[in-house]
């Protein structure tokens, strides 16, 4: 089965004037369609109609998509899900905007994964002949692409199953509740490919969600971007540091409706053969904020 990676996250917000400008004016994104109630964007380095959907009415996410090889796979997917024992649903081409035939999974955490393998290519403003490295107009943080997400719910061991035993996912990071045999996981960190990872799910309140990541370049990037936020007068959530979790080096920051948003860079080559790397939850502090080790106020507590 060929889950090539995630594929666009659909988040609710409160305000879809204010919400453009964030996701436009500050991190960058191309503005694709826009309709009464939905922004559907990308980034400069996405080939893809859209990576992200904005919904005017609230806050948190409404799925989450990953992006398959072949047609094939839905069928696949969707067989493989039921025998797990997860309720499935089919979603017709264009019922998603944009998007092929979907199957949609309903997740154990509370969440709905949605698997489709073609979507309206636009391509990039460099086009793929003779490219230059990168498009002279973009705005600020000028994100190239949807890195990854992190999403909340109770049930991290099966959903942890569901992605590796049916998907094809490897835990590239697991943290559990203590040393203790049988300690309850309380996150996992998933690679479909050779990124460090492509989603992660943490324990907590059913289909909440804690955040979505657009990869940058290097770690100047990632402090340009904070530059930039302290510029507009935003409230870092996580000043740039390095996660020990992935080794990334990573900024949080909250749009104005209150999803967290993180710009990403590095982390190490994931194979399937690298051994799953284990942490225990009284190091989280070390795993989330290397330099500082500690936990900052919000990572456990507030998610949209
Ligand atoms: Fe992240």
Redesign the pocket.
């Known amino acids: 089965m060929g889950v090539m990676r995630m594929g666009f996250c659909h988040v609710k917000v409160m305000d879809l004037a204010e919400a453009r400008d964030h996701y436009v004016n500050v991190l960058g994104l191309y503005p694709t369609l826009e309709t009464d109630d939905k922004i559907y964007l990308k980034g400069w380095d996405e080939w893809d109609h859209h990576s992200v959907v904005l919904e005017q009415g609230g806050v948190g996410v409404v799925s989450h998509g990953y992006k398959v090889r072949h047609e094939s796979d839905l069928e696949d997917i969707e067989h493989n899900a039921s025998a797990f024992g997860l309720s499935t649903q089919r979603i017709s081409a264009g019922e998603h905007v944009e998007l092929g035939d979907m199957v949609r999974v309903h997740l154990p955490n509370g969440h709905d994964a949605d698997f489709y393998a073609t979507a309206t290519q636009l391509g990039v403003e460099v086009g793929v002949h003779n490219p230059d490295s990168f498009p002279t107009d973009l705005r600020n943080i000028g994100a190239p692409l949807l890195d ?1 997400a ?1 999403f909340v719910g109770d049930d991290v061991e099966t959903t942890e199953r569901f992605f590796t035993e049916v998907l094809g996912f490897y835990a590239s990071e697991r943290m559990i509740a203590s040393h203790e045999d049988g300690a309850p996981l309380m996150a996992t960190w998933l690679s479909t490919g050779n990124k460090s990872h492509d989603v ?1 799910f943490l324990k907590g309140p059913d289909g909440k969600f804690h ?1 979505m ?1 657009f990869a940058l370049k290097d770690w100047a990037k990632v402090t340009d971007a904070a530059d930039i936020l302290v510029h507009r007068g935003y409230d870092m959530d996580l000043a740039p540091t390095r996660h020990g979790i992935t080794r990334g080096e ?1 900024t949080y920051f909250f749009d104005p409706s209150g999803n967290r948003n ?1 710009t ?1 860079c590095g982390g190490y080559l994931m194979y399937p053969d690298r051994p799953t790397i284990t942490w225990t939850m009284d190091e989280l502090g070390k795993g989330l904020d290397y330099y500082k080790r500690e936990v900052s106020g919000t990572f456990l507590s507030v998610f949209s």
């Open positions: 990854h992190l992660a955040h990541s990573t993180e990403f």
